[in-house]
């Protein structure tokens, strides 16, 4: 095949794979449905809307937001030299563990302990910043909040997508 040929089958198939992608994952938003519905409070603009918030709580909220966000800037520019070595360390240990002729289930269960206390502490820090934010709402506003919150997850409930494959009976 002559190169002119090539490049003209590459520009007509490269548009075509670019525009399926961005087709598969729905456009600009990657999100699907199913961020919507994950459990725990949805703090979805949409959402936020329909609470009314005054002028000052929509202020309190914005200045929450920066504040967090400025902390986790921060927090991972202090600390990169010290997750990288932490993330070095951790890999160093599973493969140790995978590697070693006999399993040991202790060190198993240390590696994985020390995962979940991470994991506990990151779901510590964002129920407290949820907690912060749901302070500034109104009880009224609360309680409206956990109507709109069960009525969204009614409908993740009545959206729960299909497995591939043959259909089980």
């Known amino acids: 095949m002559k190169m002119s040929k090539k490049l003209i089958l590459a520009s007509v198939v490269l548009p075509l794979v670019i525009s399926s992608n961005a087709f598969a994952f729905g456009g ?18 949409g959402m936020m809307k329909e609470l009314d918030l005054t002028d000052a709580q929509k202020d309190q909220f914005k200045t929450l937001r920066q504040a967090s966000k400025d902390e986790m800037k921060q927090r991972f520019e202090d600390n990169a030299e010290q997750r990288d070595e932490m993330r070095d360390e951790r890999a160093n240990k599973i493969n140790a563990l995978l590697m070693a002729d006999k399993f040991d289930p202790a060190k198993a269960t240390a590696i994985a302990q020390e995962f979940s206390n991470q994991q506990v502490e990151r779901q510590v820090d964002m129920l407290s910043k949820q907690h912060k934010m749901l302070s500034i709402l109104t009880p009224e506003q609360k309680a409206k909040f956990v109507e709109l919150q ?3 997850q009614e409908d993740c409930g009545n959206d729960k997508p299909r497995h591939k494959g043959k259909d089980r009976k």
Do not use: A, N, W
């Open 28 to 45: 600009k938003d990657h999100r699907g449905s199913h961020e919507e519905c994950r459990p725990g409070p949805g703090f979805d603009r």
């Open 150 to 152: 069960k009525e969204q």
